[in-house]
Structures are given as structure tokens and as C-alpha cells.
């Protein structure tokens, strides 16, 4: 097939990341016979050094006329200042907005060969298979704000549409899945949660009947996920709790390194990056995690160009490479002498080639 992958790649680490994972994806397209176009474009900080705009018309543009969008990572301490009008971040959100992207699929998987990375004990970490269903276009991140110098604030909203589309999309993945689905709030304290759990309720009893299904309050949840992990199957919550739990989740999986994601609107268009950012501290040495951003193509072969086998053949590409012993220092331990980011690139690269 012949497939247009705009690729953003951003700040920090992200360009790093990003051409790892093109590599891959044009080690599948010539295994498989296809044929990948990527037009790249700017986003976030260098964007804003460029053109003055996190999200410049015409990369916005350019992720519309794609087939999917592969992204990097934004933001950094040179665009941190508190009082700057425009911050590399809301590049990310005007996309997510912009696409209609509404559910952050966020696998975290426990690599047994990477049991040993985790600061968590082996038996904790057995079996841990879980899929956070973040919510992306609403609450916090886009309600109503004010900022001033005595008094700010920020709003969180939802709507029941809001809350039924995201669930029916962590439901259906839990079906395909082990049927267990958490859906994670705060209604003890906040309204929109009492509406997200009352909807939530509602729509599961009606169109998901064969699902078990568990209430969790969001502090819950942050601590059940390092003391029973394995016990979760499909996680589904609004925008910030996602973001807070899938960065604690990470940790299970061993490293930031580790954890893909895709974001999905109705249609096949999605946006794939890895749940990390740019790592300024790392940036130019060569030595970050693609498989992140690498997992993450995989999923776009999956989810936004329907290649099933490609997209198993890129996972269990990265699960060769992981048992071979190879390791960036993120997630080596002792003994392990670590490879470059480009090494693990074509590592993985070589192994889909096969
Ligand atoms: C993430 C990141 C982003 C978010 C930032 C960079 C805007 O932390 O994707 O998890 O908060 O959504
Ligand atoms: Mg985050």
C-alpha cells in the first residue's frame, strides 16, 4: 500500500527517537512491499524559533492531508519562561484538538526481559498487561483558564458525549481483551467525575453488559498500580488523571523509554508518540530509547493503516532485540553495556528486515 506519514519530530530527543522509528517503518515497507512517503514539518519549540507558532498552518495542514501523524516530543527549558505567550506544548494539544483525537491508547506491557529495569520487585511485575484509555480533548487541559499574578485558574469540563465516546473506545478494547475495564475518577470530590461515573455506569450496563466492570478513585488507583498491577486489564480516564497515572505506569515497564501511544478520533487519522518528552538533559548524546517511538509505529501500522502483521512483526521485532541482551542505559542493568539510539534502531530495523 501506499501510505503519507507526516512526521513531526519536535524538540529534545524527539528528533532522535523519530528517525529510528522511520527507519523501521521503511524496513517494513520494504519487506512487505509498500510504499511510505514522509513530508516532515514543525512543531513545538522549533517551530516557535521558526515562525513564531507551536503549530504552524502548514503543519497543521500536512497532518490533515496524511494518513497518520508520527510525533517526536516538545517543549524544553528554552521555551520555559513563565511569562512566554506561546509555549511548545500547545502545539501538541492543537493537534489532538485540531485531528478530533479523542482517546490516548497507552499500552504497558512488562517485557520479561526487562523485569530486572523496574525499581519494582519481579513478582510484582509478572503478567502486567494493561491499556490506559486516556482521555485527550477535554478537561483540564482545555476549560476555561485565567491566568493572572495573585489568582489563576483552570476549569475542568465534560459532557456526556465526551465520556460515552471515550468509554465505548476503552470498551471495545477490553471485549478484544481479558474484559476487565477500570474506569478511574474522583467523584468524591469533583462533579465532572461524578458525571463521568454516572455516564460511564449507564452506557456499560446498556451496550457492555459482558464486561467486568470496577470503579476506582484516581489516588486509588495510583497506588494500586504499583501494589497489584497485574490485576489491571483496560484503564479508561479523563485527560490529566491519564497523564499522571501513565507517566507511575511507565515505571512498571522499566523506563519512560517504554511506553508508545496512539491517539484516535473517529476515522483512521491518528497521532503516534511515545508518552516521553524531550529529555533536554539527554538531547545530542545519542543515547535515548526509540523503542517508545518505535512501539508507537507499530501501532500506527495497526490502528491507522490496518497492517496487522506488520505492526506484530515490528513488536516482535522489539521482543527479539530486548531477549538478544540489547539494551540503551535507560533500561541496561548491571552487566549490560549499553547501545546508542541509533544502534537499537537498526537492531531492531535489521530483525524486521529478517
Ligand atoms: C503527554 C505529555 C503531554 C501531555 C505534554 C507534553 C503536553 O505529558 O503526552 O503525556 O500532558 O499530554
Ligand atoms: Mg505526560
Partial sequence: MKATIAVLAGDGIGPEVVAEGIKVLQSVATRYGHSFAFPQALVGGCAIDVTGKPLPTETFSLCQASDAVLFGAVGGPKWDDPSAKVRPEQGLLEIRKGLGLFANLRPVRVYPQLVEASTLRP?????????????????????????????????????RPEIERVVRVAARAAQGRRKKLASVDKANILASSRLWRRVTTELLSREFSDLQVEHVLVDACAMYLI?????????????????????EAAMLAGSMGMLPSASLGEGRRGLYEPIHGTAPDIAGKHIANPLATILSCAMLLRHSLGLEVEAKAVEDA?????????????????????????????????????
Avoid: C, H, W
Avoid at 498487561?129 to 478537561?139: A, K, P, S
Avoid at 497489584?228 to 490529566?240: C, L, Q, Y
Fill in 123 to 159: 513478582e510484582v511485575l509478572r503478567g502486567v498487561d494493561i491499556l490506559v484509555v486516556r482521555e485527550l480533548t477535554g478537561g483540564l487541559y482545555f476549560g476555561e483558564r485565567q491566568e493572572g499574578t495573585e489568582r489563576a485558574y483552570d476549569t475542568m469540563v465534560y459532557t
Fill in 318 to 354: 522489539v521482543a527479539a532485540i530486548l531477549a538478544e541482551g540489547k539494551r540503551t542505559v535507560d533500561i541496561a542493568t548491571k552487566g549490560e553495556s549499553p547501545i546508542s539510539t541509533v544502534q537499537m534502531g537498526d537492531a531492531v530495523a535489521r530483525q524486521v528486515a529478517g
Fill in 227 to 247: 501494589r497489584r498491577p497485574a490485576t489491571f486489564d483496560v484503564i479508561v480516564t479523563e485527560n490529566m488523571f491519564g497523564d499522571i497515572l501513565t507517566d
